[in-house]
């Protein structure tokens, strides 16, 4: 009996548990795979929808932690950019 290779992979088909081959999906809350959401995507869906009762996949404490590490880079890059562009000096240290 012969195997049909083609039934077993498919360059077609790609299952959520696996990423598509050469793209940059990383691993999601729910075990699967999607492209990652960058900071302000994160900023924006959060003043949308909130984080009230948490998803599906992740409960309402992992949901803010997400959201206020996502704000909190967010507001690092902003301060940084504000010194940068009043021409003072910036001291890494003191953002931390």
């Known amino acids: 009996m012969a195997i049909n290779y083609a039934k077993l992979f498919n360059r077609r088909v790609t299952p959520q548990s696996q990423p598509i081959p050469g793209s940059t999906q990383v691993r999601n809350s729910a075990g699967g795979y999607s ?3 960058d900071d302000w995507t994160r900023f924006d869906g959060f003043l ?8 599906y996949y992740i409960d309402e404490r992992e ?5 206020h590490d996502a704000l909190d880079r967010f ?12 021409g003072r000096v910036v001291d890494e240290k003191a953002s931390e």
């Open 35 to 37: 492209w990652e959401v």
């Open 48 to 55: 949308i929808l909130g984080a009230e009762g948490g998803t």
């Open 63 to 67: 949901l803010v932690k997400q959201n």
């Open 75 to 86: 507001v690092g890059h902003a301060r940084r950019a504000v010194h940068l562009f009043d």
